[in-house]
């Protein structure tokens, strides 16, 4: 059975001699990797001793930072502390044709900025 830590233990870890953070219910110790995060150390030392699985899942991390992290693992947060994992579809793959280029979705990722360019073409032709 893995080693398990309260959010409290992890909370003590919390600068740059000693950096515990709790991703998806496991704790790591990035002291070690501080200096070669290619986000920068300020990047893990703002999230030390603290719960970080929104952050961690908001940047978009690849498939290979995820498997690095087992390096860094040291145990699991109790039982009783856990909090659901909430996990993001990261799926880089090739689109299927359900998803293809010409689907309703797509279209109306461009709408926006299109009419944006547009009025600013037509108001920068009007003044200029």
Known sequence: MPTQYSLAEVKKHNDNKSTWIAIHNEVYDVTAFLNEHPGGEEVLLEQAGREASEAFED????????????K?????????ERIAVKTKNTDWGVSSSANSSSSPNSF???????????LATILY????
Do not use: T
């Open 72 to 80: 860094y693992k040291i145990g699991e947060i109790v039982e009783s």
């Open 59 to 70: 940047v978009g991390h690849s498939s290979d930072a995820r498997e690095l992290m087992n």
């Open 108 to 118: 109306k990722s461009w709408l926006i900025p299109i009419a944006l360019g547009v």
């Open 125 to 128: 032709r009007a003044y200029f």
